[in-house]
C-alpha cells in the first residue's frame, strides 16, 4: 500500500473550549447542554448539517418506545427533549381508536403503554427534532459547528489537548480541557490509541435503511391490519412472555409482504431481522419503516457503508413495489423520503475501566459511581426484554473511561460492555444517560482542576442529583 505523508506543518486554532464534544446525536447533545449548563464554554461538533443524530439522520423519533406505566427512569435531558417537542407540537403519539378494542389495544392499556388514547412515550416529528435541537443548544449557549469531521487527535503524553478537524474551511484546530466522544463509533477514542474491541463484521449487529411514504389511505389500511390482527389471536405473537423476559418473535403484519425481500440478505444466523412501522398520519403518510435491514457490515468500513446505502435504497424500491401490491390502502403510496443516512448499531467499544456485562443489565447492579438508572430494557441479538415492572439497573461512571487516555471520556454506544450489554447501552435512552453525566462530570473536574479519571464522584453524583436525575 502506498502511504502518503501529511506535511502540513501550521494548522490554524479554530476554537480554545473547555469542553469539546464530538458528535451530535442524543449523547452528544445531552453533553454539550449539560456542561454548558455548567458554566463551561462548550463546543459541539457534528459532521451533518444538522444535530439530531439517529433521530435526525436515521428517522428513529421513539426515544421512550420501551415505556410502560412500571416503567422507572433515571430522568434528565432526554426526557426534556420529549417535553420540549410536545410543546412545539412536534410529536405524534395517538394510537389508532379502531385498534383500542383489539387484543393489541388491550393489551398495551393493561401494560400502560397508551393512555387515553395516547402512547405514553412520544414519536418525535424527526425533521422538527433538528429545529429543536438547535433551540436547546442555542439556548444553552453552546457553539455549533457542523460539517465537521475531527481526522486526528492532539495529545502531550496520553493526555488529550484538542481535536483536529477537516472541513470546507481546510484544517484546524479546537483546543479543548476536556474531550467528550459522542461519535457512536468511538472514534476519538481509537485516533487516541485507546484500546477497544470490534467483532468481525459478520458477528455485529446489523444496519437499517429507514424510509417513509406517503399517500397511504389510512382507514383501509387499518381496516385489513385489524382482520389480520384478529386472525392472529396471539398477534402479540409478537411477544412470548417467560417471567420477565420478551421475545421478540414477529411484530407487524407488514412481515408477510416483505418476507422475499430478506432472501440474499447476509446476516448472523443468531439474529432474527424484523420489518415494522411505528406512527403515521391521518393524512396519509407512514413516517418510519424500519424494514430494510442488512447484515455482513462494518460501521466503520466506508466500502461496507457505501455498499450498504446503494443496496438499501434498491431495497426500499422494492418494499414499495410490493407494498402497493399487497397491502391494502397502499395502491397508490410514493416514496416520501429515505433515511439521511443507514442507521447503525454495533462497531467499536472502547476497553473501560469496568465493562458492563449482562448480569449487570439484567440484575439490578448496582454501582458507587452510579450517574443514573436505565430501565431493564434490552433490544438486541434475537432478545427484547420491555421494562414492565420498575426493574432498573444503575449506570457506572467508568464504562465512559477508556484505558490509557486522560481527559477523555466516551458516551452513547461505544461505552464498555459486553455483546449482551451493548444491546441496552446502545438505546438512545442509555446514550443520553451517559452524555448528560460526562459533560457535568467535564465540568466538576474542570472546577475542582482533576483529571476526568480522578473526578470526585460524590460531587459529580449531587450534581446529577441537583438536576433531577435518579442515581439509585
Not at 506535511?7 to 445531552?30: H, Y
Not at 474531550?179 to 477497544?196: M, N, Y
Not at 418494499?319 to 401490491?325: F, Q
Request: proline share 3%.
Amino acid at each position: 500500500m502506498i502511504e502518503i505523508e501529511d506535511n502540513v506543518k501550521k494548522i490554524p486554532v479554530l476554537a480554545d473550549v473547555d469542553v469539546l464534544v464530538v458528535g451530535g446525536g442524543p449523547s452528544g447533545i445531552s453533553a454539550a447542554i449539560a456542561a454548558a449548563r455548567e458554566g463551561m464554554k462548550v463546543l459541539l461538533m457534528e459532521r451533518f448539517g444538522f444535530f439530531g443524530g439517529t433521530i435526525t439522520q436515521s428517522m428513529v423519533g421513539t426515544i421512550g418506545w420501551y415505556r410502560f406505566a412500571k416503567t422507572v427512569e433515571a430522568g434528565g435531558i432526554y426526557l426534556e427533549f420529549e417535553r420540549r417537542a410536545e410543546e412545539m407540537g412536534a410529536v405524534v403519539n395517538k394510537f389508532n381508536k379502531n385498534l383500542m378494542n383489539t387484543e393489541m389495544g388491550l393489551y398495551f392499556q393493561k401494560k400502560g403503554l397508551i393512555k387515553d388514547g395516547k402512547f405514553t412515550h412520544a414519536v418525535l416529528n424527526t425533521e422538527l427534532f433538528k429545529i429543536l435541537a438547535d433551540r436547546m443548544i442555542e439556548e444553552a449557549r453552546v457553539i455549533p459547528l457542523l460539517h465537521s469531521m475531527a481526522v486526528n487527535v492532539l495529545k502531550d503524553g496520553n493526555t488529550l489537548k484538542g481535536v483536529i478537524t477537516e472541513s470546507k474551511s481546510g484544517r484546524n484546530v479546537i483546543l479543548a480541557k476536556r474531550v467528550i466522544d459522542a461519535t457512536g463509533d468511538a472514534d476519538i477514542a481509537f485516533k487516541a490509541g485507546a484500546p477497544f474491541r470490534k467483532d468481525p463484521r459478520e458477528k455485529l449487529l446489523g444496519i437499517t435503511l429507514n424510509f417513509s411514504v406517503s399517500g397511504v389511505d389510512i382507514e383501509e389500511f387499518f381496516s385489513w391490519f385489524i382482520k389480520k390482527v384478529q386472525e392472529k389471536p396471539r398477534l402479540l405473537s409478537c411477544l412470548k412472555i417467560t417471567g420477565e423476559l420478551f421475545f421478540m418473535d414477529e411484530i407487524s403484519c407488514l412481515l408477510e409482504p416483505l418476507e422475499d425481500l430478506k432472501k440474499g440478505i447476509k446476516v448472523p444466523t443468531h439474529i432474527k431481522v424484523k420489518d415494522f412501522w411505528n406512527s403515521y398520519s391521518e393524512g396519509g403518510e407512514i413516517f418510519s419503516f424500519n424494514g430494510i435491514h442488512m447484515g455482513n457490515i462494518d460501521c466503520t468500513d466506508i466500502k461496507d457503508l457505501t455498499k450498504a446505502e446503494i443496496e438499501g435504497r434498491k431495497r426500499v424500491i422494492q418494499a414499495l413495489k410490493k407494498l402497493r401490491k399487497r397491502v391494502p390502502g397502499f395502491q397508490k403510496a410514493r416514496l416520501k423520503n429515505f433515511g439521511f443516512s443507514i442507521g447503525t448499531r454495533e462497531s467499536r467499544k472502547i476497553l473501560g475501566e469496568y465493562e458492563l456485562t449482562e448480569q449487570d443489565v439484567t440484575n439490578q447492579a448496582q454501582f458507587a459511581d452510579s450517574i443514573g438508572i436505565c430501565p431493564e430494557f434490552m433490544d438486541g441479538y434475537g432478545r427484547l426484554i420491555l421494562p414492565t415492572t420498575g426493574r432498573y439497573f444503575q449506570v457506572p461512571y467508568r464504562i465512559m473511561l477508556p484505558k490509557n487516555i486522560e481527559n477523555l471520556l466516551v458516551v452513547g454506544r461505544a461505552v464498555a460492555g459486553d455483546k449482551i450489554s451493548h444491546a441496552t447501552t446502545r438505546q438512545m435512552v442509555c446514550c443520553a444517560i451517559t452524555g448528560q453525566a460526562a459533560g457535568i462530570a467535564s465540568a466538576v473536574s474542570i472546577k475542582e482542576k482533576v483529571t476526568s479519571r480522578n473526578v470526585n464522584m460524590f460531587h459529580v453524583q449531587k450534581v446529577l442529583m441537583e438536576k433531577g436525575i435518579r442515581i439509585s
